[in-house]
């Protein structure tokens, strides 16, 4: 369709840019500003250059918040894909056990983060934690899931995965149901077996939607807060305090509004990144 | 558009939401709006309160708004008042008075009627709360005060003697010790490590403002908790601030934990929900007898209009009354906090049939004041706390955690 003004495309646009004006660019620069000011929300601002960069830097909290959210993606990224495939080829066929499978594990999707939290604060108790019980039953001995500082931010990303993996599945799902099935019909045709069928023929058919599974389990991740609000609050000993919960430390615990604006700076600066890459590793997929 | 107006923007919305719960004065009131973050039946002890103030005069509305905990309340105050859109009305913890006085938006309370008739009990006031308290303008008055006390399940206690060392609290956790119960717990959080830091004869900072972090007794206190942990008779619970303090007493009730470290404040709640029953007992002496205050203190904000000051005070001059706040202690835990208060729960025969609520009262003659610290709160959030868990969990050696902390300390407290 032609514009009938060269203008209409853009008051078209306008109810989107505005509010994206309003909610994304706006406080966007206001944090880049900030990000340059000793400011405790009380007493005026104070200009102080690259010192809050220099701070997060030099206190390792940079290194480590990003590592930890970095961690934690890895591990879900992975697992979500891993599990929902698995799942959805598991499930991908008629019949009520596998529809009730389906809603089942897509339940989780569903629930709130807090119900989350809570739930899973009971179900990794290093004491009285269903898991540990379990554990102590088959005569294994016990973890400390969330206080010890190797195990919990594992532990945070199993929760994650529990929780996406739902949605992973669905997408892997529509993805199967959307392959032409005489591909596979004439893959069989000519000998290959199921294993065979699923590794030449399956999967690479499902590069696209796994692509899109991984990108949104990497948001899920990176945006990650209530669950570690709830279950952890940053701990042990910093252990799980991923970007975003840092961003909120130092903002509301510590008064340091310059330093959550340019811990959020450098945050952007990272989805952008991540952002760029997954657009390159696209485009280098498209057929010229 | 400055950064104000957005949080003006911000503040304007919560406010709005606030305003939503049907909770509008009569016509010809003044509302007053009061953030408060108490949870629990706290909340509906104080809610009581505020009912009957509202009831008893027909000028003044008081409308308390639920806010979180202690920490989340402060960030939505500080943000309200960097919008100027604070209430008149609020309470903060100790530890960030001196911050709060500092940038100058604490109304001065000396001039109001009466504010140095009411009869404060002399460990609670400001000051008896903090070490040159009373060379400063009056900004805070204190309500719902506490100290941290020892509970016991009396049923796996049995008629043991109360330890009162620290060698008898080691020994009497590991005797209580037992396969799916410790016997002791405490959360590993700077309000236990200052009542050990002082009871190991130290002080978190000195008078003359040095943060010596207790020096030997910081040491001391560390390497006490860390020989618990160790022996396996103490239990640390998950989580930080107020989710491990919680945790802890859901670990007490369900008799995971036979002996706990907590606040007076949960006297009332910890009686009323155990299936066992409980009893209180003071914190054991180091070298010394020693427990920090804790809870928070009434302030006004300096930015909100006079009549709502003024209007403000009243409501807090209704509070400090000895019934209502007799009422309050008697309901919580907390403790009374003035004189007349304290009287009124002795002659009617209150602490005689509930002992536990005595203990902290008993104790205060050994609380030791807070340091008018500017970087208190910075010191205490960003500083020790972390490390306390380091030390703990990764069993750091004290000394070199201290010593860390002292030189971070020293920066944050400029």
Request: positive net charge; charged residues 15%; contains cysteine.
């Amino acid at each position: 369709m032609k514009p009938s003004r060269p203008a209409q495309p853009w008051w078209l646009l306008s109810p989107m840019l505005l509010a994206l004006g309003i909610f994304f660019l706006y406080p966007l620069l206001s944090a880049f500003k900030t990000s340059f000011y000793e400011w405790d929300l009380l007493t005026p601002p104070r200009f102080v250059g690259l010192a809050n960069y220099r701070a997060i830097l030099a206190s390792g909290e940079l290194l480590s918040s990003l590592g930890t959210t970095l961690l934690v993606s890895v591990v879900v990224v992975t697992g979500s894909l891993v599990l929902g495939l698995a799942l959805a080829l598991a499930v991908h066929r008629p019949g009520r056990v596998a529809a009730l499978a389906r809603s089942a594990v897509f339940s989780a999707y569903v629930v709130s983060w807090v119900s989350v939290g809570l739930l899973f604060l009971w179900i990794f108790d290093a004491d009285a934690g269903v898991v540990n019980r379990a554990l102590a039953w088959l005569g294994m001995p016990g973890a400390k899931w969330l206080t010890s500082t190797t195990l919990a931010p594992l532990t945070v990303a199993l929760i994650v995965i529990w929780k996406v993996t739902g949605y992973a599945m669905v997408v892997f799902l529509s993805g199967l149901s959307a392959l032409p099935p005489e591909v596979s019909e004439a893959a069989a045709l000519d000998g290959a077996g199921p294993v065979s069928r699923l590794r030449h023929v399956t999967l690479p058919l499902l590069r696209p939607t796994a692509a899109f599974v991984a990108t949104t389990s990497l948001i899920a991740s990176f945006q990650l807060f209530d669950v570690v609000r709830l279950l952890t609050q940053g701990g042990p000993v910093r252990s799980t305090t991923v970007l975003v919960y840092a961003i909120y430390e130092q903002l509301f615990r510590d008064l340091r509004v310059g330093r959550a604006s340019a811990l959020v700076v450098i945050f952007f600066v990272v989805l952008a990144l991540l952002s760029w890459l997954k657009l390159r590793a696209f485009r280098a997929e498209e057929p010229a | 558009m400055d950064r104000r107006a957005f949080l003006l923007a911000s503040a304007a919305l919560s406010g709005t939401a606030a305003g939503c719960d049907g909770r509008a004065e009569p016509a010809g009131r003044l509302a007053v709006p009061f953030w408060f973050t108490y949870g629990g039946r706290n909340r509906a002890t104080l809610e009581k309160l505020v009912a009957r103030f509202n009831a008893a005069q027909n000028e003044i509305w008081i409308q308390a708004v639920f806010q979180g905990d202690y920490f989340e309340g402060l960030a939505k105050l500080r943000t309200a008042l960097a919008a100027r859109a604070a209430p008149p009305l609020s309470h903060v913890v100790g530890e960030v008075v001196p911050y709060l006085a500092a940038a100058g938006v604490l109304e001065p309370l000396d001039e109001y009627p009466g504010a140095h008739e009411l009869a404060l009990e002399p460990r609670l006031d400001q000051a008896g709360s903090f070490h040159g308290g009373a060379e400063r303008p009056l900004v805070v008055l204190p309500f719902n005060r506490s100290t941290p006390i020892a509970y016991v399940n009396a049923r796996l206690f049995g008629d043991r003697e109360p330890p009162r060392t620290w060698d008898e609290l080691r020994q009497t956790a590991r005797q209580l010790t037992r396969s799916g119960c410790f016997g002791f717990g405490c959360p590993i959080d700077w309000w236990y490590w200052a009542a050990l830091v002082g009871q190991a004869g130290g002080r978190v900072v000195e008078p003359d403002g040095r943060v010596t972090l207790g020096g030997a007794a910081g040491v001391a206190a560390i390497a006490f908790w860390q020989s618990l942990v160790q022996r396996g008779v103490m239990k640390q619970p998950p989580g930080r601030d107020y989710n491990a303090w919680e945790q802890l007493s859901q670990d007490f009730l369900a008799e995971r934990v036979a002996m706990i470290w907590s606040s007076t404040a949960f006297v009332r709640y910890l009686e009323e929900t155990a299936d066992f029953p409980v009893r209180a007992l003071p914190l054991p002496h180091g070298v010394r007898g020693s427990v920090p205050t804790g809870g928070t203190h009434f302030v006004l904000l300096k930015s909100a209009p006079r009549e709502l000051k003024q209007a403000a005070w009243r409501f807090v001059r209704f509070l400090l009354e000895p019934e209502p706040a007799a009422f309050w202690s008697s309901e919580t835990g907390y403790l009374p906090v003035t004189l007349a208060a304290a009287a009124r729960l002795e002659a009617s025969g209150f602490y005689a049939k509930h002992p536990n609520y005595r203990v902290a009262l008993a104790q205060l003659p050994v609380a030791e004041p807070w340091p008018w610290s500017k970087g208190l709160f910075r010191i205490q959030r960003e500083v020790v706390q972390p490390r306390l868990e380091a030390a703990l969990l990764e069993h750091r050696d004290p000394e070199r955690v201290l010593a860390e902390a002292r030189a971070l300390a020293e920066e944050s407290a400029l």
